[in-house]
């Protein structure tokens, strides 16, 4: 004589709950675009791929964003990243990649893309200035600017950045709406 004995539990709740926490794990909550962390995965993928063309990296912010959150609100500097996200979605081809650092700072990784060809692509952006409605009905203006970067060959995504960061610091210091560059030749600078 045998006997069988069985158990149902159901782990859809604990499944649903896994899923969930790999999507925050990767993506930023507010704008739903990927975080740091999807960044530097995609970033080890795309640096191992060799392209005659290269690759290209575009550190984007926001002009004047603080000012944003000091007069109307941390719901209308939401309202703001999340319109900038949007925007810098439809300004992108598929195999592009667009991630939100933090605070006002996105990061676009062009693969197999010309530095000449990224600074396209930033100045496209930011010469997208957009208006945000304010509760009063105001009317605000915003821009961005942004430092353009060629990927260096077996470089790592700090070296990358940093380089971005520089152009984008340049850029600011020159005005605001603006697009720098930091090329291969200037990555020592």
């Given at each position: 004589?045998?006997?069988?004995?069985?158990?149902e539990?159901?782990?859809?709740?604990?499944?649903?709950?896994?899923e969930?926490?790999?999507?925050?794990?990767?993506?930023?909550?507010?704008?739903?675009?990927?975080?740091?962390?999807?960044?530097e995965?995609?970033?080890?993928?795309?640096?191992t791929?060799?392209s005659?063309?290269?690759?290209?990296?575009?550190l984007l912010?926001?002009?004047?964003?603080?000012?944003?959150?000091d007069?109307?609100?941390?719901l209308?500097?939401d309202?703001?990243?999340?319109?900038f996200?949007?925007?810098?979605?439809?300004?992108?081809?598929r195999?592009?990649?667009?991630?939100r650092l933090?605070?006002?700072e996105?990061?676009?990784?062009?693969p197999?893309?010309?530095l000449?060809?990224?600074?396209g692509?930033?100045?496209?952006?930011?010469?997208?200035s957009?208006?945000?409605?304010?509760k009063?009905?105001?009317?605000?203006?915003f821009?961005?600017?942004?430092?353009?970067?060629?990927?260096?060959?077996?470089e790592?995504?700090?070296?990358a950045?940093?380089?971005?960061?520089?152009?984008?610091y340049s850029?600011?210091?020159?005005g605001?709406?603006?697009?720098?560059?930091?090329?291969?030749?200037?990555a020592?600078a």
């Amino acid at each position: 004589m045998r006997y069988f004995g069985a158990i149902e539990r159901d782990i859809t709740a604990q499944r649903n709950q896994t899923e969930r926490l790999l999507h925050l794990a990767h993506r930023d909550v507010l704008t739903g675009l990927p975080n740091r962390g999807a960044l530097e995965e995609e970033f080890s993928h795309v640096s191992t791929i060799a392209s005659a063309r290269g690759h290209a990296l575009v550190l984007l912010d926001l002009d004047e964003f603080k000012q944003v959150n000091d007069t109307y609100g941390h719901l209308a500097g939401d309202e703001l990243l999340r319109m900038f996200a949007a925007l810098l979605l439809s300004n992108l081809r598929r195999d592009d990649f667009v991630a939100r650092l933090g605070g006002d700072e996105f990061i676009i990784l062009l693969p197999d893309t010309r530095l000449d060809e990224a600074q396209g692509v930033a100045q496209q952006i930011v010469d997208a200035s957009f208006e945000l409605e304010i509760k009063n009905n105001d009317q605000v203006e915003f821009g961005a600017s942004a430092g353009v970067t060629a990927l260096l060959p077996g470089e790592d995504l700090n070296s990358a950045l940093a380089r971005a960061d520089n152009a984008l610091y340049s850029a600011k210091s020159g005005g605001k709406g603006m697009v720098k560059i930091k090329s291969k030749k200037m990555a020592n600078a």
